[in-house]
Nanobody
Framework: QVQLVESGGGLVQAGDSLRLSCAASGRTFSIFTMAWFRQPPGKEREFVARIGSNTMYADSVKGRFTISRDNVKNTMYLQMNSLKPEDTAVYYC???????????WGQGTQVTVSS
């Protein structure tokens, strides 16, 4: 099993920056890929970014968000710059293997961007 804990969320103003962290513990050697998803109020969960053999981003965050991973600390990050009110959501991290990329989920961290 792998446990994921997100942190770093908060209330910021439009244009500000935040860095989210996702700390993994347990069988971390089994993790091949990690990702960030978000769920805006009243909407379904959506993909934000993924890191594995390469990185991928949703079009809505490309150029503003950067995903990274520290394998020594077993932690993934999401640097979020130029935040917009539409970035307001609960942000979740996921981790998994090649054929089950989202096998594990964290509990989420709230990001609120005021205009």
């Amino acid at each position: 099993q792998v446990q994921l804990v997100e942190s770093g969320g908060g209330l910021v103003q439009a244009g500000d920056s935040l860095r989210l962290s996702c700390a993994a513990s347990g069988r971390t050697f089994s993790i091949f890929t990690m990702a960030w998803f978000r769920q805006p109020p009243g909407k379904e969960r959506e993909f934000v970014a993924r890191i594995g053999s390469n990185t991928m981003y949703a079009d809505s965050v490309k150029g503003r968000f950067t995903i990274s991973r520290d394998n020594v600390k077993n932690t993934m990050y999401l640097q979020m710059n130029s935040l917009k009110p539409e970035d307001t959501a609960v942000y979740y991290c996921s981790a998994g293997e090649t054929y089950r990329p989202n096998k594990y989920w964290g509990q989420g961290t709230q990001v609120t961007v005021s205009s």
